[in-house]
């Protein structure tokens, strides 16, 4: 079925969500103010060598912290993480200390790896890429990862009728 997107922009918004992508949320620091935020624009976009990019919005507190910062954690959410991403996905930095309500320990240059979430990569930023949307792209290098053999990836299905702490203008 081919649909005219300038016409029903409601097809693509359909299929993309009907992708249903495991969501994750990344964390980033400066060395001084730590931030995080629930994504669900995210993939791996290099073999060799692997990459993996997010894309975060320009509105989020996360964005400010994150284009200072050498590394970010990207955690994969299990089905049992759904506090977590309601508390990253619902509530902005700006307002609340959201690292004040979650366990944590820093990881390098003091990105936080949020203790309930193993299943995550530290990653090293190697490139942000603006073009002029309203999220920017953060591509990088893994440098660390952990997993759990019973991972049962939280969807967006899940979260989606989540209110995001900061609404993209
Ligand atoms: C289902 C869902 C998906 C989201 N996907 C993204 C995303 O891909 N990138 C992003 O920057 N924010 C995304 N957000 C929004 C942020 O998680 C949200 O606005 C958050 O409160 C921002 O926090 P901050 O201001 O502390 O960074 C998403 C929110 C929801 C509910």
């Known amino acids: 079925v081919v649909i005219d997107l300038a016409v029903d922009r409601d097809a693509f918004d359909a299929l993309v969500a009907g992708a249903n992508t495991a969501m994750v949320i990344v964390t980033a620091s400066d060395g001084r103010a730590r931030a995080g935020c629930l994504v669900g624009f995210h993939a791996q976009s290099s073999i060799e060598p692997a990459r993996y990019a997010v894309w975060i919005s320009k509105a989020n507190r996360t964005y400010r912290v994150a284009e200072r910062s050498t590394h970010l954690v990207i955690h994969f959410l299990d089905e049992r993480n759904r ?4 508390l990253f996905g619902s509530e902005t930095g700006d307002e609340i200390d959201k690292f004040a309500l979650a366990d ?3 990881g390098p240059d003091g990105v936080p790896k949020l203790a309930d979430c193993v299943t995550r990569v530290v990653v090293r930023r190697v490139a942000l890429v603006d073009h002029g ?3 920017v792209c953060i591509e990088s290098e893994p440098v660390e990862a ?3 053999p019973d991972y049962r990836p939280l969807r967006y299905a899940a979260v989606k009728e989540l ?3 900061h609404p993209v203008d």
């Open 104 to 106: 944590w320990e820093p």
């Open 83 to 86: 506090p977590l991403a309601e």
């Open 133 to 135: 949307g309203d999220h």
């Open 146 to 148: 952990s997993t759990r």
């Open 163 to 165: 209110d995001p702490g």
